[in-house]
């Protein structure tokens, strides 16, 4: 049977495979598209709303924690459930990020076309949702558990994250100037990216533990 370090190589590799599948497929509708300093706005529009791609990264990720699991020991297994849970969230947040800088290079450096494209792209907004949701069937009460007030600004930093390209959508179909439904968007995104990483669950820092101070054993006498 192989060994636990070999899960987790594989597992690394799995969950590789969304971001580095994503730039690569990216990078050859760039080269065949138009051979242009940033992003034509097809190449990027097709890799965003490929179902192809976005089922790929499923199977990925899920095989990742499957294989993980499978070649660890039964004592360690929660424990590897809840890393792996950190990870689902880390890498939601990459997505976006990612997504995010290759609609800017779409829109020439825009921030308000930018929104349009990654709104309309969907992609990652939507893989973004199944990575959160995975990892909190994963293990629940590592966010909402407990309800502890040190989960809050994850919680709403996560949720903040979600809802600047939905802002900016209503934004526009409400017939809002075009740069106030850009300005609203990129503040609520700001907003919930800090909450996000001044927080310590998300990116998995240690809590610190009560330390409990022995009590002296009293004499019988």
């Known amino acids: 049977m192989p060994s636990k370090d070999f899960g987790e190589d594989v597992a690394f590799l799995l ?40 089922l790929l990264s499923l199977v ?16 360690e297994r929660n424990g590897i459930i809840q890393d792996n849970a950190r990870r689902l969230q880390i890498l939601a947040v990459i997505v976006l990020i990612v997504s995010v800088a290759a ?20 992609y990652a907004l939507i893989y973004s949702f199944f990575l959160i949701a995975i990892s909190l069937l994963l293990s629940p009460k590592q966010i909402i558990g407990n309800a502890k007030l ?21 934004g526009v179909k409400l017939h809002l100037p075009f ?10 995104g700001v907003i919930g990216f ?13 809590q610190q533990k009560a330390v409990s101070t022995p009590v002296p054993a009293q004499s019988s006498t």
């Open 179 to 188: 740069s106030a439904s850009a300005l609203g968007a990129l503040l609520v």
């Open 103 to 122: 609609a800017l290079s779409t829109a020439n450096y825009d921030f308000g076309n930018a929104f349009s494209f990654f709104v309309n792209g969907r």
């Open 15 to 54: 969950y590789l495979v969304p971001i580095v599948a994503s730039i690569a497929y990216g990078i050859y509708e760039w080269a065949t598209t138009a051979s242009t300093s940033t992003m034509p706005p097809s190449a990027y529009l097709v890799v965003s709303k490929s179902p192809y791609l976005f």
């Open 150 to 170: 040190a989960s809050i600004p994850e919680i709403a930093g996560l949720i903040f994250l979600v809802l600047a390209p939905v802002i900016f959508y209503g």
């Open 194 to 206: 800090v909450l996000l990483i001044s927080g310590s669950t998300v990116f998995g820092k240690k």
């Open 60 to 75: 990925a990720i899920c095989a990742a924690i499957v294989v993980e699991v499978r070649y660890t020991n039964a004592p």
